[in-house]
Each structure stands twice: as structure tokens, then as C-alpha cells.
Nanobody, 124 residues
Framework: QVQLVESGGGLVQAGGSLRLSCAASGRTFGTYGMGWFRQAPGKEREFVAAISYGGGGTLYGGSVQGRFTISRDNAKNTVYLQMNSLEVEDTAVYYC?????????????????WGQGTQVTVSS
């Protein structure tokens, strides 16, 4: 079992930055991949970024490539999502998720453990 708690969401103006954090507990943190997803009102959950168990492999969704950076600190049991150049379209609830394997993965179905989500609102 893995428990996940996100933090760092909030209201920011377009062009600004936010850093989300996700603290994990339960299984040894450095043994599984992690991901970030988001869901805007009326839309399906969307893949944002993923990172492998050791941090050496990362994947990004097309809409955030070049603006967002995923990282992890296995000593602190925490994964981060640095979000720069935020756009109004980035407004959503952001969820972190723990994978069933070690690799970075895009597929929602590869993540059996989810946090409660943190709201990010970008104003124009």
C-alpha cells in the first residue's frame, strides 16, 4: 500500500510558476515510478508527467513539455512538479500517483495508488 498527499496548489496568474509536492508513505519510496495527472472540469483525467523509480527516466504530456519538470527526492519520499509559464488551460485538479512498476509510465491504468488532488487555478 502507498499513501499519497499532494500540496502546493493555489491561484497564480498566467505566466507564473508553482511547485507541487507529493509526499508518499507505505512501500519503500525508491522502488516504484511516480506520475502526475490532472483533471479539469468536464474533461477526462490527463497525463502530465512521470518519473522512474530512481529518477533517471521521465515522460511528459505534450501540452506541458518544456514548461513542467518532474523530479523526486527518494530520501524525502517526495515527488515534485515544477510548473513554469503557466497558462489558463493548466487550471485543473492535479493528482500524484504511484505506479505498479519501476518505469515512468503514461497510462492511467498503471497507477493503482492516488492522492486526493490539489487545485491549481491560473488566472488571465
Amino acid at each position: 500500500q502507498v499513501q499519497l498527499v499532494e500540496s502546493g496548489g493555489g491561484l497564480v496568474q498566467a505566466g507564473g510558476s508553482l511547485r507541487l509536492s507529493c509526499a508518499a508513505s507505505g512501500r519503500t519510496f525508491g522502488t516504484y515510478g511516480m506520475g502526475w495527472f490532472r483533471q479539469a472540469p468536464g474533461k477526462e483525467r490527463e497525463f502530465v508527467a512521470a518519473i522512474s523509480y530512481g529518477g533517471g527516466g521521465t515522460l511528459y504530456g505534450g501540452s506541458v513539455q518544456g514548461r513542467f519538470t518532474i523530479s523526486r527526492d527518494n530520501a524525502k519520499n517526495t515527488v515534485y512538479l515544477q510548473m513554469n509559464s503557466l497558462e489558463v488551460e493548466d487550471t485543473a485538479v492535479y493528482y500524484c500517483a504511484a505506479s505498479s512498476g519501476r518505469a515512468a509510465r503514461r497510462d492511467y491504468d498503471d497507477y493503482p495508488y492516488w492522492g486526493q488532488g490539489t487545485q491549481v487555478t491560473v488566472s488571465s
